[in-house]
């Protein structure tokens, strides 16, 4: 059973940085899609930023130029780096790896969380 670990959040001030990273305990970032997630109190989990296998990116509009997604294979490990944050960016973040049927280890993978709260 794959296995994702996040560190990484913590509390910064407005304008900001931080890095969040994703530890698989398997090999299964090559053909997968992964991305990261968040959740605010009180409002539905959105997707922040995605990659494809192929190393597309993907944003949300309101994490765009600010946030970067990226991987590093041989590490197994993913990362979400967060510049100018903003205190709405507070949330819950969650990152996720989905494999297709056709893959060794299919499925829908979550790390349990990290909370990033941006607060003066």
């Known amino acids: 059973q794959v296995q994702l670990v996040e560190s990484g959040g913590g509390l910064v001030q407005p304008g900001g940085s931080l890095r969040l990273s994703c530890a698989a305990s398997g090999r299964i970032f090559s053909l997968s899609l992964m991305g990261w997630y968040r959740q605010a109190p009180g409002k539905q989990r959105e997707l922040v930023a995605a990659?494809?296998?192929?190393?597309?990116?993907n944003y949300a509009e309101s994490v765009k130029g600010r946030f970067t997604i990226s991987r590093d294979n041989a590490k197994n490990t993913m990362y979400l780096q967060m510049n100018s944050l903003k205190p709405e960016d507070t949330a819950v973040y969650y990152c996720n790896v989905r494999r297709g049927p056709g893959l060794a280890m299919p499925g829908d993978y979550w790390g349990q969380g990290t909370q990033v709260t941006v607060s003066s």
């Open positions: 990659m494809t296998s192929g190393s597309t990116t």
